[in-house]
């Protein structure tokens, strides 16, 4: 009973968080949410051999993990679904209107993992490195050139005023 005690808080605390985190990575609120579920699940069945003081990193890794894999899966489908047809066709160049999360969408799988660890859970590169397997440098890599294509997507105009 404390086990399903102390996993429930964790999930009452920490579900919210890790569902934003899921939809940058994937983009899509319904994926997001099984990937939180599919997250949950994994967590639970080892929550007793969790570190108590880890377990947000511990969790976030499983998410990235489930991420990476669901983006792997032959059988995803590669079309995004829109409201309605656009009445112009549109050029290979972004809208001014692009938003962040849907600039995010249009990286490769590497780089938004690596640029929403590093600034949207705000981890340094050490804990970024260590959380996917990958070297610092290889982290350091990937977020310079997502911030690229991040602004390139977006004309520079929002990743300019942060600086």
Same mark, same amino acid.
Do not use: N
């Given at each position: 009973?404390?086990?399903d005690?102390?996993?429930?808080?964790?999930?009452?605390?920490?579900?919210?968080?890790?569902?934003?985190?899921?939809?940058?990575?994937?983009?899509?609120?319904?994926?997001?949410?099984?990937?939180?579920?599919?997250?949950?699940?994994k967590?639970? &069945? @080892?929550w007793?051999?969790v570190?108590?003081? !880890? /377990?947000?990193?511990? $969790? %976030?890794?499983?998410?990235?993990?489930?991420?990476?894999?669901?983006?792997?899966r032959?059988?995803?489908?590669?079309?995004?679904?829109?409201?309605?047809v656009?009445?112009?066709?549109?050029?290979?160049?972004?809208?001014?209107?692009?938003?962040v999360r849907r600039?995010?969408?249009?990286?490769?799988?590497?780089?938004?993992?690596? &640029? @929403?660890?590093?600034y949207?859970?705000?981890l !340094? /590169?050490?804990?970024t $490195? %260590?959380?996917?397997?990958?070297?610092?440098?290889?982290?350091?890599?990937?977020?310079?050139?997502?911030?690229a294509?991040?602004r390139?997507?977006?004309?520079?105009h929002?990743?300019?005023?942060?600086?």
């Amino acid at each position: 009973m404390e086990r399903d005690r102390e996993f429930g808080e964790f999930v009452d605390a920490r579900a919210l968080v890790l569902r934003r985190t899921a939809y940058l990575l994937c983009g899509d609120w319904h994926r997001a949410e099984d990937l939180v579920q599919t997250a949950l699940t994994k967590l639970y &069945v @080892v929550w007793p051999r969790v570190r108590r003081q !880890s /377990v947000d990193a511990y $969790a %976030r890794k499983i998410l990235v993990r489930a991420a990476i894999d669901e983006s792997r899966r032959g059988f995803r489908r590669r079309e995004t679904v829109v409201d309605s047809v656009p009445e112009t066709p549109t050029s290979g160049t972004a809208p001014a209107d692009l938003d962040v999360r849907r600039a995010l969408a249009l990286l490769p799988m590497g780089q938004r993992t690596v &640029v @929403v660890l590093r600034y949207w859970e705000d981890l !340094s /590169v050490t804990e970024t $490195a %260590r959380l996917l397997g990958r070297t610092e440098g290889t982290v350091k890599s990937q977020a310079a050139k997502g911030l690229a294509a991040l602004r390139d997507l977006l004309g520079g105009h929002i990743l300019e005023e942060q600086r």
